[in-house]
């Protein structure tokens, strides 16, 4: 996906890892992916992060900072399969806060809900969509988020105007993704650890190996943290803002809907 990519005009060819496909088949591509890996993606997540994927969530509700009130505060998690932002978002927010996970992935929400049953979590909602197309009404939610879930959309603009247009006016938008390394000397560590030491994981832990070289090779093709600011500007928010975790690694992008 190119960022300069104008929003409304959907692209011919993006990328699925070293690949050029068609949005069409990178979403059936994304969707076997999800398939084979949901039952180890958590567990996955902690092994290949060190479990610093768990500190980057909270950072990420952290910047959110729902209030604890009895104020309804309605958050909507794209890409949230097995719920571990949900989960930390009505945690913070209390008795007001409502969470509609919204997954394309079938097996990713159904991890998701037999996680949900031992966290006794209530007003959490599971719903099957895509990220292009949200089947919620206009200004409707109080907070979007997405963790680690963007750089797999075949038409980044395209989700980027649906979480605009879901938001209510003064709603904040925040995105969790991996992002360019840039603290010299630990770039090229994690590209060799990435390189190498991830599909190893995946072949070993998962039995696949392919889907997360897939993983690397999208995070690579991912825009760098500029760049990616710009494309949510030119979906129209305001007030982006980004900040690095772990010298790059991931990166959180905030912004609201004015």
């Known amino acids: 996906m190119s960022p300069s990519s104008p929003i409304g005009a959907p692209p011919d060819k993006v990328s699925f890892g070293a690949a050029e496909v068609t949005p069409e088949q990178k979403q059936g591509l994304v969707n076997q992916v ?16 060190g479990g610093l994927h768990r500190l980057w969530k909270d950072d990420l509700i952290a910047w959110l900072s729902p209030r604890h009130s009895s104020q309804s505060c309605r958050l909507l998690d794209v890409a949230g399969g097995t719920g571990d932002i949900a989960a930390r978002f009505l945690k913070a927010a209390g008795k007001g806060g409502e969470a509609i996970i919204c997954d394309i992935s079938a097996e990713m929400l159904d991890a998701g809900r037999r996680r ?18 949200l089947p919620f009404r206009e200004a409707t939610m109080d907070a979007y988020t997405i963790g680690f879930g963007i750089r797999n959309v075949s038409d980044i603009p395209a989700a980027l105007a649906e979480a605009l247009r879901v938001l209510k006016p003064g709603g904040r938008f925040l995105c969790l993704e991996f992002s360019q390394v840039e603290v010299p000397v630990l770039d090229s560590l994690y590209e060799r650890y990435s390189e190498m030491a991830i599909p190893a994981l995946g072949a070993m832990v998962a039995g696949d190996e392919p889907a997360y070289r897939y993983l690397v090779e999208s995070i690579r093709r991912f825009p760098d943290q500029q760049s990616f600011a710009a494309m949510i500007e030119r979906a129209g928010f305001g007030q982006v803002k980004y900040r690095n975790l772990s010298g790059g690694i991931a990166a959180i992008h905030s912004a609201w809907r004015l």
């Open 34 to 49: 999800f398939a084979r890996v949901a039952k180890r993606y958590d567990l996955m997540n902690d092994l290949m992060s």
């Open 116 to 133: 949900a049953k031992g966290r006794r979590l209530g007003q959490m909602q599971f719903v099957q969509a895509n990220a292009e197309a």
